[in-house]
């Protein structure tokens, strides 16, 4: 994710008519802060020296004045060897990115390929990129395209209603607000198999999203203890620790190690 976040970086700035030249130390503070909130959760690596070097990888993309090469141990480059570098989005790409319209198409590109849509909005606005992105419909990757098949099964196995709060309301025979959830986000490599789904009320849904909430091997409601606001107690301190509703097959029931991915790298711990 943290390559994903440089290159929306480098992007935004070209996309608001910023020089294609980016020296590591003007751009390093934003980065690691961009790191912080949307890289993933738990982790120790926040350094934005990373994915500065290491996206020269792709360089029809990213040309680096620094290469692994030029680092003394190229799988652990120090801050102090990228001071005073610069970098560049690759050329052809910045004249692809001279269009409105395919500068949108990249940016929902890589939204949609690394972050679900909770985060979306969050990442253009820290981004000053909300007014400069069209809103336009993009395709996405085979990897993204939402199996119905996965939807029907997960709302059949949790009776369309929401496994935590049991939200289930309906507009005639139409069922509203009620999500087929991944709890291994697809971004992150999860799967549309049962085992990685779970039905939600758009609330929960969102909130496990951003890992304000998640679920523990004994099926039980965490709650993030940097959540607040109001009614707190309402919607979400209510349900802490208290088991979720889980489907009577229990080949169907969330498997235990999309949990542990979960708690590991999406929820955010106190």
């Given at each position: 994710m943290h390559k994903?976040?440089?290159?929306?970086?480098?992007?935004?700035?070209?996309?608001?008519g910023g020089e294609n030249l980016f020296l590591f130390d003007d751009i390093e503070e934003e980065l690691k802060l961009l790191i912080a909130k949307y890289g993933l959760k738990?982790?120790?690596?926040?350094?934005?020296?990373y994915p500065f070097v290491y996206l020269a990888s792709s360089p029809a993309l990213w040309q680096c004045s620094v290469s692994r090469k030029d680092i003394k141990i190229p799988d652990a480059v120090s801050r102090r060897e990228v001071l005073g570098k610069t970098a560049q989005l690759?050329?052809?790409?910045?004249?692809?990115?001279?269009?409105?319209?395919?500068?949108?198409?990249?940016?929902?590109y890589l939204l949609d390929a690394y972050w679900?849509?909770?985060?979306?909005?969050?990442?253009l606005s820290d981004l000053d990129l909300s007014n400069k992105v069209e809103e336009m419909q993009v395709l996405r990757s085979r990897t993204l395209?939402?199996?119905?098949?996965f939807v029907l099964e997960v709302l059949d196995a949790y009776e369309r209603k929401c496994a935590i709060c049991g939200y289930s309301i309906r507009l005639g025979d139409i069922l509203i607000g009620i999500?087929?959830?991944?709890?291994?986000?697809?971004?992150?490599?999860?799967?549309?198999h049962i085992s990685n789904g779970l039905a939600?009320?758009?609330?929960?849904?969102?909130?496990?999203?951003?890992?304000?909430?998640?679920?523990?091997?004994e099926y039980e409601v965490m709650v993030s203890q940097k959540l607040n606001g109001f009614r707190l107690d309402?919607?979400?301190?209510?349900?802490?620790?208290?088991?979720?509703?889980?489907?009577?097959?229990?080949?169907?029931?969330?498997?235990?190690?999309?949990?542990?991915y979960h708690n590991r790298y999406v929820f955010v711990k106190g």
């Open positions: 994903p976040l440089l290159l929306l970086l480098a992007v935004s700035k070209v996309i608001k738990n982790t120790k690596v926040t350094n934005a020296q690759n050329e052809d790409f910045t004249h692809y990115l001279s269009l409105p319209a395919n500068a949108s198409a990249v940016v929902r679900p849509e909770a985060y979306h909005q969050d990442i395209a939402r199996d119905r098949s999500d087929a959830c991944h709890l291994k986000p697809i971004q992150h490599f999860g799967d549309d939600l009320c758009k609330l929960h849904h969102w909130a496990l999203d951003r890992g304000a909430i998640s679920i523990n091997s309402d919607f979400f301190v209510s349900y802490e620790r208290k088991p979720i509703h889980v489907p009577r097959n229990s080949a169907k029931q969330i498997c235990n190690e999309n949990i542990k």
